[in-house]
């Protein structure tokens, strides 16, 4: 059975932690029931249906952010290079004008 719009927007409503702990609840099978729910119980193997989704998006997500901080390091990077270039330009320039004078 999949989850009803009822059920999955009460265990959006919910963080998985929490879920998880309401796991401790039922049986061992994925078709045991889970009670404690407002919107009444739900079986063992759509819960864990649910938390491998949120898992997924959780993992997603980080990966993005890595990515995206991966990205911003690079270009600090080259921006600090570029700087420190820039900075040896001009302190060559200050010598070679001080030498010509």
């Keep these: 059975m999949t989850l009803s719009s009822e059920q999955r927007a009460e265990l959006e409503s919910l963080a998985p932690a929490t879920v998880r702990i309401m796991l401790i609840q039922g049986g061992p099978g994925r078709g045991a029931s889970i009670p404690g729910f ?3 119980e739900i079986t063992k193997g759509d ?3 649910w938390l491998v989704e949120k898992n997924a ?3 997603s997500r980080e990966r ?3 990515d995206v901080t ?3 390091y690079g270009y600090t990077r080259k921006t600090y290079y570029a700087a420190l270039a820039a ?3 001009a302190v060559a320039g200050i010598i ?3 030498l010509h004078l």
């Design 64 to 66: 993005e952010l890595f």
């Design 47 to 49: 819960i864990d249906d």
């Design 87 to 89: 900075l040896l330009a």
């Design 96 to 98: 070679v004008t001080v």
């Design 70 to 72: 991966q990205r911003t």
């Design 57 to 59: 998006e959780r993992e």
């Design 38 to 40: 407002k919107c009444g």
